[in-house]
């Protein structure tokens, strides 16, 4: 099983990124599928997922990120508008597998990608 993300890179405060995450290896229709980001110095921390039809997201990033999914491709997407230099760090995508519910939490994801960085400049 292998999550790669990519689409990350450097953009001027206000602007905006789409990041993807191509799964292979099994299909995470029925998983959800997380953003996760970690800035220097800092943990991991939470920024959006989704389940079947439900999203869920930080509230650092409500109304400005949205995370979607491609099922037929295994794909998920976080489209980022309005960046902050808050925004700078690694983002990572992940999926959890094996529970009924979605969860915000780093310890619970099963699979992990390798990470994107954003760079924002004010």
């Known amino acids: 099983v292998q999550l790669q993300a990519f689409g990350g890179g450097l953009v001027q405060a206000g602007g905006s990124l789409r990041l993807s995450c191509a799964a292979s290896g099994r299909t995470f229709g029925r998983s959800t599928m997380g953003w996760f980001r970690q800035a220097p110095g800092k943990e991991r921390e939470f920024v959006a997922a989704t389940r079947w039809n439900d999203r869920y997201y930080a509230d650092s990033v409500k109304g400005r990120f949205t995370i979607s999914r491609d099922n037929a491709k295994n794909t998920v997407f976080l489209q980022m508008n309005s960046l902050k230099p808050e925004d700078t760090a690694v983002y990572y995508c992940?999926?959890?597998?094996?529970?009924?519910?979605?969860?915000?939490?780093?310890?619970?994801?099963?699979?992990w990608g390798q990470g994107t960085q954003v760079t924002v400049s004010s």
């Open positions: 992940a999926a959890e597998v094996d529970k009924a519910y979605w969860t915000g939490q780093t310890y619970e994801y099963d699979y």
